[in-house]
Structure formats: C-alpha cells, structure tokens
C-alpha cells in the first residue's frame, strides 16, 4: 500500500504505511530503503540517509555476497553520498 500512496504523489500516507511497517516488522529492510526514497522525493534528506544506513547496516546482518546484493550496497552508499553533498551545499 505504501508503494502505491508513494506513487500516487500521496506523501503523506506513504510515510505513514512505511513508518508503521517498520514499526511491526523492525528488520524488514526494504521498508527503510523504500521510506529513504519517499524522503528523498520529499526533499527529507537528513531522514533519507538515517533510512539508507539503516537499510545497509540491515543488509550487512544478513549474507550479502551476491553480485546483485553487493550493487545494491553501492547504489546505496552512492545515493547517501548524494544526498550528503545536496545537504552541504544547501
């Protein structure tokens, strides 16, 4: 649901979807990768790189070796790098 509300442009409600599934289910990785993009879409950037980290450290837990896995670490880290520099230049 929370997919949907984020790309129906209701912002709003998708964080609220994200935030509650994150609630019940802590681990669930991809609900925090997942709320770091809608943040990220909101201009949210501070609580989009929390989201990404947690959402690497999370991948970090668990086995990681494969080579789709170890490219989704890196477009992570490169997407908080991002962010990182729009916060310092703003």
Known sequence: MANYCMEWGD????????SLLIQT?????????NRGSLYEKMKRFSSAIEDYRTYLNLLD?????DPVCIQEKKTIAGRI??????LHDQ
Request: include cysteine; proline fraction near 4%.
């Open 11 to 18: 912002y709003e409600a998708a964080e609220m979807e994200f």
């Open 25 to 33: 289910y802590p681990n669930f990785g991809i609900a925090y990768r």
């Open 61 to 65: 837990t668990g086995s990681c070796d």
């Open 81 to 86: 790098q991002s962010l990182q520099k729009q």
